[in-house]
């Protein structure tokens, strides 16, 4: 019998239980104190940074729900109810009504699953009704020049629209091939299957001829997005202040803070280029190369497997690490990842095949998520729901490539450390109850892939077509992971559903970062510098109102909340609980891998996977963060490093208070906040009361919405 999950609403009694019972025998604390900082330094931020969820929904910084919506399930479901009662509509929604009900009382996972589908289908039947009228709509109407909108921000010389390459809106993210004709078989195949596998005539996809300056490329992305604010009347926020700037750089490229040295290096550096010099700094450092290998392990292996038992994550994430640090090119990484081969105890990459037990399809459908960018999992048991051009042969044709990997007889249940991962020559998969045999086909293929002794072997062939610098999907959807990890959300969102019918908000700048991408080579350290160094990244996330559409369109920073690696390291540096070496990427940074404490922390704030712009915590973690462990010894007056290196006698309070800003939100106090702390600090009429409110101040930095947010 499968293992039963255990229900999100059991987990957080558990935690909540469990939290209570450790604050108990806590020391007090002075919460009317506290809450007062907290809440002063929450509603100022709150006023100064609108958030907004994926859907462009207006959110509270405070709470984390819509504005005017108590749950985010409630915001959906009336959209079924809203559709005009048509004879069509109607039975559908008669129907999924009955498969909801049985799906809620058997199975409530899948029932949220089956839900989110069903409001997907019926905002496509809209649409579709609606297209006719919006497809006649003038989008250039009110358009001006590609330079108006970035008035605010410095000028720029338009580049020639016709240097740059128009994407070809013929291509499509995985064509069919045609099946293979068999005179046993045709008769029964069904018309479906035959027509998703016509040959479609497209282009060929191919990369520039050789990289762009990198001072054009990064000009031609914020032309292309400036043609898009000007044509839908999108008016930029502001350019980012250097302190704004420096915090979002670290947290995306480093996964952490700044610490107060290094924020006082850049403030007080009076270079003009300094951010430029700011952003090739970070890129070497082994901090970089570590995040990186978190935010990769996050799409390689799956949620609620026990890794343990197949000795941890650390030697996958350090083999990760060790080659982004080393800059080896991207589509190289991803060679070694597929065809990587031996025991799992003693190979890093080889964790990938393990935590997913070498099953074919959830190889294939993991490889296909996090490499194309599409979803061909979702044709696993039927043809693809949305994508016409997907079919259930093309789903198996692809997990065949991951077949002849040797493994035990049977269904595995689980893998062993010791267990030796090598190709061999057998092995099919098969259609579901079915006993049809499904070749290895390639998207995009005329034939079936060919198996022979003396040629490549199937994980060889597959790895060859993947990464191929004519495989644009290929590029385009590290493309959109990289951008969506710096911008809060996709140029294709979700990042994993690349498919014909969503379309990206800026096709022109996919196109032009993708072919740029496979001419540099593959250089990932590249694509970064980049993107960073546009004046869109460097655009501020505060605004005088709230405008949705300026977020989605990226003509303002969306503000992204923490992930949870990123919470734990942030309040690790902020209060010196964990040394921050800089330098070049040899030199040691924080010390990610094999922290237990760490992981401990990890697994209570995890946030669903793909939904980096909305909030997620609850009252465990909440908590957690009041009187938790981690927030406990940071300040504490007998375990805090940073409140007992502020006990020296040269310091004033001015200082002490400069100095507990710029370790947690990364800027010094604006006036009137310093005059608010100080008065509290100065109130203490012996070192052990100041020492208290000082401990008092850091507390209430550390849970305000402003630290624990990316903005």
């Not at 958030?51 to 462009?56: F, L, N, P």
């Not at 390689?300 to 000795?311: A, C, I």
Request: glycine share 6%.
């Amino acid at each position: 019998m499968a293992e039963q999950p255990v229900q999100p609403d059991a987990v957080d009694d558990d935690q909540l239980t469990r939290l209570l019972a450790s604050a108990y025998g806590a020391p007090a604390i002075r919460h009317e104190y506290r809450q007062d900082l907290a809440g002063r330094l929450d509603h100022e931020f709150a006023a100064s940074f609108p958030i907004v969820d994926r859907k462009g929904t207006p959110k509270s910084v405070l709470s984390g729900a819509s504005e005017g919506v108590a749950d985010s399930a409630a915001v959906e479901a009336p959209q079924v109810l809203k559709l005009k009662p048509r004879r069509r509509r109607l039975a559908i929604a008669v129907a999924a009504s009955i498969l909801l009900a049985v799906a809620a009382v058997t199975d409530p996972p899948a029932f949220a699953a089956a839900l989110h589908v069903l409001v997907t289908t019926f905002k496509e039947v809209v649409n579709a009704v609606r297209g006719n009228d919006s497809a006649t709509g003038d989008v250039n109407s009110g358009s001006a020049s590609a330079g108006r909108n970035f008035d605010n921000i410095g000028k720029s010389e338009p580049v020639d629209p016709a240097a740059a390459p128009e994407p070809s809106s013929t291509e499509t993210v995985v064509a069919s091939a045609p099946k293979a004709e068999t005179a046993n078989k045709e008769d029964k195949s069904p018309a479906r299957i035959k027509a998703a596998h016509e040959i479609l005539n497209q282009p060929e996809w191919n990369a520039f001829d050789k990289p762009l300056a990198e001072a054009e490329l990064s000009q031609r992305l914020d032309d292309e997005l400036s043609k898009i604010w000007a044509a839908n009347g999108i008016q930029p926020v502001e350019k980012a202040t250097d302190a704004e700037f420096m915090r979002r750089l670290y947290l995306d490229l480093t996964g952490r803070i700044p610490s107060v040295s290094e924020a006082e290096d850049f403030l007080e550096d009076p270079a003009p280029n300094r951010r430029e010099r700011l952003v090739d700094r970070l890129l070497v450092h082994r901090d970089h190369a570590t995040h990186l290998a978190g935010v990769w392990r996050t799409i390689l292996l799956p949620d609620g497997v026990d890794l343990s038992r197949l000795g941890g994550t650390a030697k996958f994430d350090q083999w990760l690490a060790d080659r982004f640090a080393a800059n080896v090119r991207y589509d190289q990484i991803v060679r070694e990842l597929i065809l990587a081969q031996g025991r799992v105890s003693e190979s890093g990459p080889l964790l990938f095949y393990a935590a997913l037990k070498l099953n074919p399809e959830e190889l294939a459908a993991r490889t296909s998520r996090a490499f194309l960018g599409v979803r061909m999992d979702c044709a696993q048991c039927h043809d693809h729901p949305f994508d016409q051009q997907l079919s259930q042969h093309d789903f198996w044709g692809f997990a065949a490539f991951f077949a002849r990997i040797s493994r035990p007889q049977g269904k595995m249940e689980a893998t062993s450390p010791v267990l030796q991962v090598r190709d061999n020559d057998r092995g099919e998969v098969k259609i579901p109850q079915s006993d049809e045999v499904v070749p290895p086909r390639l998207p995009q293929a005329a034939a079936d892939a060919q198996d022979s002794i003396e040629g490549p072997g199937r994980r060889q062939q597959l790895a060859e077509w993947l990464t191929s610098p004519h495989n644009g999907q290929f590029a385009k959807a590290i493309v959109n992971r990289v951008w969506a990890n710096l911008f809060g959300r996709g140029l294709v969102e979700p990042v994993d559903d690349m498919r014909s019918a969503n379309q990206p908000i800026a096709p022109a700048v996919l196109d032009i970062l993708s072919r740029d991408f496979v001419a540099s080579g593959f250089d990932l350290r590249r694509l970064h510098r980049a993107i960073v160094l546009t004046k869109t990244y460097q655009l501020s996330s505060r605004s005088k109102d709230n405008d949705p559409a300026r977020g989605i369109q990226f003509a303002q920073m969306n503000v992204k909340s923490f992930t949870a690696e990123q919470l734990y390291d942030c309040i690790a540096v902020a209060t010196r609980q964990s040394q921050v070496a800089a330098g070049p990427a040899d030199v040691p940074g924080l010390e990610r891998f094999g922290d237990m404490s760490r992981q401990e922390f990890i697994s209570q704030f995890r946030a669903p996977d793909g939904q980096p712009t909305d909030y997620h915590a609850g009252i465990p973690q909440a908590l957690t963060l009041m009187h938790g462990s981690l927030i406990h010894d940071a300040t504490d007056l007998a375990s805090s490093g940073l409140l007992k290196s502020l006990e020296a006698p040269f310091f004033t309070d001015s200082q002490r208070v400069d100095t507990l800003f710029l370790s947690t939100l990364s800027r010094y106090p604006e006036a009137k906040e310093r005059e608010v702390m100080l008065k509290a600090v100065s109130a203490a009429t012996t070192d052990l009361e100041r020492q208290q409110a000082l401990g008092d101040v850091l507390w209430a930095l550390l849970n305000s919405a402003e630290f624990t947010f990316n903005h």
